[in-house]
């Protein structure tokens, strides 16, 4: 039953709640159709479990933004807890260890941003791989999709372990391979059994191989930070790692919440974090950029006259470049690369749009609502860069763009993630002129459901630019 002056709902089943009203596979369908007959806020349950969808940009504002803590708890009693012991940044509960933590990546990544060996050198750096994948493939067709997954990682790796990987390594096979069939398990039914069910929790079923998966990736990492132990210079960070482990060093005794295990769950995370959602974005960037020829080429024009004499772009030049801002900022909308975003739940009893939520409630921020929401966009269903530009042709950003969530708990890698898809989109698109191939058919822009959206595979045709 739902309690009282809590959000309302579609009827509850006996221990299945509302899982058969549900598509499991892509439920994004129904939150909108229950949006409809409910409201912008209302409640379902996942077997026994409420939770209530927050949708659009007002309701969504209130809960993240306006009654911020009240809000920026996470879920503790999944599977997924369980996979990442509590610990690391994304599924930690709201609490000192998560801000020590959180507090402590952004200002690690604002300071790579500075002096050499910057995080543009190390993101052109990786470009170059980039670069000498597509002109491998001039005058022919390829699939981009292991080439950007690959420099999404490589990127992030650079970061954390100061180390790229060959796009065929066979240890990044492995870690990619134990996050994948991770995120399915997490995703699938086993998860939500091992939920409902707690006595098949020692089971040897299907969400055990899971745990193995995880255990396979803390141990590489404990490797890499065994290794970083013994070539250190303490004071003189080479990249994530050393940080902590200088930082961890510094708090020795103080009872903080720095530790050799949290630095390998959250390691783990921003890995995580920074590839799929980096490199889908790109996908869907790229899969829109060949379908739309015309807006190729006025990104193009804008380039070539802005980045005139230069070797390369810098993230400064986004500031001359309204056009090509608009372009990134429409994909990244209709990407909708984190459609729910991260799970919430409520830090205490609170209230939002006039209901009752008690403490302890699961919170899923329909992220997918406000990127197309109506009334928010000059044209919330179409690929127009327009919704970006103002009547003077100046690049705006609306308030209801928010692919990164808002709030305590808004992505941690915004930055990284805004320079990356900034500079490997002007510096390819400066070179290469890409087209979709005369036999692919119509292309399909419908995305692949989870954590995720995922563009469908593709193929696109690399020219060399002739004004290059
Ligand atoms: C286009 C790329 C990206 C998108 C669309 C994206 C989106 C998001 C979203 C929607 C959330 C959930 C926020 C919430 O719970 O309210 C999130 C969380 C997070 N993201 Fe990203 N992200 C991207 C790239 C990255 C990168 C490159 C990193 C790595 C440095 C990263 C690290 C994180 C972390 C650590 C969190 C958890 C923050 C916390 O719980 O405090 N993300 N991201």
Request: proline residues 6%; hydrophobic residues 35%.
């Amino acid at each position: 039953r739902r309690p009282k002056n809590f959000p309302p709902g579609p009827p509850i089943l006996p221990l299945l709640g509302n899982l058969l009203q549900l598509n499991l596979k892509n439920p994004l369908k129904d939150f909108e159709r229950l949006r409809k007959s409910y409201g912008d806020v209302y409640s379902i349950f996942i077997g026994r479990k409420p939770a209530v969808i927050i949708n659009g940009m007002k309701a969504i504002k209130e809960a993240i933004v306006t009654k911020a803590t009240d809000f920026a708890g996470r879920p503790q009693d999944l599977f997924i807890n369980n996979i990442t012991k509590r610990k690391g940044v994304i599924m930690v509960d709201y609490g000192s260890s998560w801000k020590e933590h959180r507090r402590f990546a952004l200002m690690t990544l604002r300071n790579f941003g500075l002096g050499k060996n910057s995080m543009e050198d190390r993101i052109h750096e990786e470009i170059k791989h980039v670069i000498g994948t597509l002109e491998k493939s001039i005058g022919k067709t390829m699939s981009p999709q292991v080439m950007f997954h690959n420099a999404a990682s490589n990127i992030i790796c650079q970061v954390l372990f100061a180390t790229r990987y060959e796009y065929d390594d066979a240890l990044i096979k492995l870690v990619v391979g134990c996050f994948t069939e991770n995120t399915k398990i997490t995703n699938g039914p086993w998860a939500m059994l091992y939920d409902a069910l707690p006595l098949i929790h020692y089971l040897p079923l299907p969400f055990r191989k899971a745990f193995k998966n995880a255990e396979t990736l803390e141990n590489l990492v404990l490797e890499f930070i065994r290794e970083h132990k013994r070539t250190r210079v303490p004071g003189e960070p080479r990249d994530f790692i050393d940080c902590y482990l200088d930082e961890l060093e510094k708090r020795d005794g103080n009872g903080s919440s720095f530790s050799d295990a949290q630095l390998i769950r959250y390691t783990l995370d921003l890995y995580f974090a920074g590839t799929d959602t980096t490199s889908n974005t790109l996908l869907t960037g790229f899969l829109y950029l060949i379908n739309y020829p015309h807006i190729q080429e006025r990104c193009q024009q804008e380039i070539d006259k802005v980045l005139e004499g230069k070797d390369r772009a810098s993230f400064e030049d986004r500031h001359n470049m309204p056009y090509m801002q608009a372009v990134i900022h429409e994909v990244q909308r209709v990407a909708n690369t984190v459609p729910l975003s991260v799970f919430h739940c409520t830090t205490r009893d609170t209230e939002l749009m006039g209901y009752s939520i008690p403490k302890g409630t699961m919170i899923i921020e329909n992220l997918t609502s406000v990127l197309n929401e109506e009334g928010q966009w000059k044209f919330p269903h179409e690929f127009n860069p327009e919704n970006f530009l103002n009547d003077q042709g100046e690049f705006v950003k609306p308030e209801a763009f928010m692919p990164f969530s808002a709030g305590p708990r808004m992505c941690l890698g915004e930055g990284l993630a805004r320079m990356e898809l900034f500079l490997i989109m002007v510096t390819l698109l400066r070179k290469f002129k890409f087209t979709w191939p005369e036999d692919a058919g119509e292309p399909d822009f419908t995305p692949v459901y989870g954590v995720t959206l995922t563009p469908k595979p593709y193929h696109m045709k690399v020219q060399l630019r002739t004004s290059q």
